[in-house]
């Protein structure tokens, strides 16, 4: 048998030729991934983490990237609605930058990994949760996952429980690219009653 | 090597006043520990094979 992993890119030492052979379809994610991904890691902006054949990765010989994704420190600043608490509160976060899988997996349903269909979108981001998750219970702590999602992404983030925050995040600038994409929102853990220092709604 | 300086981020905030229908909408929709648990990463050999394959028959 053998097993995926999500492992981080610098250390995997991965091969430019195995980098520059991994294609989702848009130049500007290949391009992150095979020209800035390690220097912006080096540089503390954004870890890049690859899904890839455990067994290669243990023997330093990864011949393919499944998936990859960006992610990267973040905090969402906000003020309660009493007026007369005027404090800035935040809560951290870590923003997923980028995610992408090889075009030749998009909207193809996965039936030798799910016996439900999922597509393998579905299940390499969902294996990215999972691993999201780990980091925020045992590495790094934080409470919310945060993305801005292009017309691609928003079918899938929405299918797992991410919300749209459009109306509540002030948008980037209209010249911006990102200001074309939807801010969304998940959060996590198993005790948010008081997450936010609030009474439970 | 790439020279972009990148340009300080804007700070991503909730809108005052909007917090406590942006927080009742979060806390609907969270995720636990079991929620997380999903497909197995454990394949059989030929699975993982045919998808790397499947990576090698993509144009480039």
């Known amino acids: 048998m053998q097993e995926f992993v999500y492992t981080e890119l610098a250390r995997a030492k991965i091969s430019q030729n195995v980098l520059r052979k991994f294609n989702c379809g848009h130049s500007d994610f290949n391009d992150y991934l095979v020209e800035d991904a390690v220097d912006k890691s080096a540089d503390g902006m954004g870890v890049t983490y690859v899904l890839v054949d455990k067994a290669e990765c243990e023997n330093g010989t990864i011949s393919t990237i499944f998936a990859f994704a960006t992610i990267q420190a973040m905090s969402l600043h906000y003020y309660l609605d009493e007026p007369s608490d005027t404090k800035l509160y935040s809560i951290p976060c870590v923003e997923i930058k980028y ?4 075009k030749r997996f998009q909207k193809v349903n996965a039936w030798s990994l799910d016996a439900t269909g999922k597509y393998y979108s579905t ?3 969902e294996w990215l949760l999972e691993e999201l998750y780990r980091i925020s219970t045992s590495v790094i702590g934080f409470q919310m996952i ?7 992404g928003e079918a ?6 991410f919300i749209d925050a459009s109306a509540y995040i002030i948008p980037y600038e209209q010249d911006d690219a990102l200001g074309k994409c939807t801010p969304m929102c998940l959060l996590i853990g198993d005790n948010i009653e008081n997450i936010f220092g609030l009474e439970s709604y | 090597m790439n020279m972009t300086i990148n340009k300080p981020r804007e700070s991503t905030i ?3 006043g909007m917090t406590k229908a942006f927080i009742k909408e ?4 969270h995720m636990t520990k079991s929620d997380f ?3 197995s990463k454990i394949v059989s050999s030929s699975t993982m094979e045919q998808m790397k394959k499947m990576c090698e028959d993509d144009d480039n």
């Open chain 2, 26 to 29: 979060l806390t609907k929709q």
């Open chain 1, 123 to 125: 299940i390499f981001f």
């Open chain 1, 156 to 161: 899938l983030y929405r299918r797992k429980k």
């Open chain 2, 14 to 16: 909730v809108l005052k």
């Open chain 2, 37 to 39: 648990l999903g497909t």
């Open chain 1, 146 to 152: 945060f993305l801005r999602a292009n017309e691609n």
């Open chain 1, 99 to 102: 995610f992408a899988i090889p």
